[in-house]
């Protein structure tokens, strides 16, 4: 046999490359194609949206559970209030009538059932009480307070009970909530505000 040529002499393992190197400058002309990893499609073809690029999580979201209203069912006794005289003057009360109101101290007692309500204002001169349905209009007659009447609508605004009394004074109504065991009452007519507090007995 003739001499090898010049640029042939190399060992003969020069000529195999390893497969491990097979190997690696496989995956680095993926790389350079931008392939990445095959998929399998029999998996892309069942679950579209197990593809890399369309994975996606999305956060829950929980109902948000509306504020129940109070249970206002109890007796409350007198404990104190502000403007009663001012109050008493938007609605036309002459001066003899409210001095003699401004030194009452009632009591309320509250029968709360669902929807339906039963407010007792209670004095040593004469008893009021008002029967209701919530969120639903009726007449109701003022004559013990002032004798006017109103179309009256009660309803829930988050755990404040509204009363809504629509006639002749403006702005007429009031509203109640509690606070542990203390029962507001803000009254109001025109422009005059009356805060009464009751604490609750039983």
Known sequence: MGLLRQQDARPWGCYITPPHTRLRERKQERDQRGGGSPRSPALSRSHPSCS????????????????????????????????MDGYLRALDINVALRKLVCLLKPDKEIIHAGDHMTIRTITSLRNYIMDFDLGKEFEEDLG???????????????????????????????????????????????????VQIFQKVK
């Open 52 to 83: 890399p690029s369309r994975v996606s999580f999305q956060r829950s979201i929980l109902p948000i559970c509306p504020v129940m209203p109070p249970n206002l069912t109890g007796y409350y006794r007198f404990v104190s209030q502000d403007n």
């Open 144 to 194: 013990p307070v002032d004798g006017r009447k109103c179309q009256t609508v009660v309803s829930w605004e988050g755990d404040q009970l509204v009363c809504e009394q629509q006639g002749e004074k403006r702005n007429r109504g009031w509203r109640h909530w509690l606070e542990g065991d203390h029962l507001h009452l803000h009254m109001t007519a025109e422009d005059e505000v009356c």
